[in-house]
Nanobody, 122 residues
Framework: QVKLVESGGGWVQTGGSLRLSCEIS????????IAWYRQAPGKEREWVAA???????NYANGVKGRFTISRDFDKNAAFLDMGALRPEDTAVYYC????????????????WGQGTQVTVSS
């Protein structure tokens, strides 16, 4: 059974930093891209960042220069380093693994974690 578990969320003040982790078990996604999404209260889930097996990296415009996605193939895990956080970054952050890239964009798979809450206060 595939399982994705996010962690690292919490409360932080504007300008602060957090590191989110996504630990994957049940199968390896080392040949597949992984992505982070977020969902703020009352809004639809939105894509944040994606990383491929080799050189593919892509970020949503609102997080470019502030967030960094990475992965550890040995640990079957992915990370999202978030800096210069803003109140509008407040959301539940989700990891998705095993999607695919189409016209440069990440298309999500059926594999999601349960999410981790990030709250940024002003």
């Amino acid at each position: 059974q595939v399982k994705l578990v996010e962690s690292g969320g919490g409360w932080v003040q504007t300008g602060g930093s957090l590191r989110l982790s996504c630990e994957i078990s049940g199968r390896s996604f080392n040949n597949d891209p992984i992505a982070w999404y977020r969902q703020a209260p009352g809004k639809e889930r939105e894509w944040v960042a994606a990383i491929g097996r080799t050189s593919y990296l892509n970020y949503a415009n609102g997080v470019k220069g502030r967030f960094t996605i990475s992965r550890d193939f040995d640990k079957n895990a992915a990370f999202l380093d978030m800096g210069a956080l803003r109140p509008e970054d407040t959301a539940v952050y989700y990891c998705n693994a095993g999607g695919y890239i189409r016209t440069g964009r990440y298309i999500a798979s059926e594999y999601w974690g349960q999410g981790t809450q990030v709250t940024v206060s002003s």
